[in-house]
């Protein structure tokens, strides 16, 4: 998959889920960001639960 570019990409672990997609992610670092499931997952229906590891692509 081709890289956005100035796209950041960090990993992480799914804290909590939210309604409507929405996720509660901890990031290594220890932020904690709300992230939502890409089309491609969710199209191909794809689950995610707590504590699942994730990468996240954030833009600057």
Do not use: C, Q, W
Request: charged residues 25%; positive net charge.
């Amino acid at each position: 998959m081709a890289k956005k570019d100035g796209a950041i990409e960090m990993e992480g672990t799914v804290a909590e889920a939210l309604p409507n997609a929405m996720f509660r992610v901890e990031l290594t670092n220890g932020h904690k960001v709300l992230a939502h499931i890409s089309g491609k997952m969710r199209k191909n229906y794809i689950r995610i639960l707590p504590a699942d590891r994730v990468i996240v692509e954030m833009s600057p």
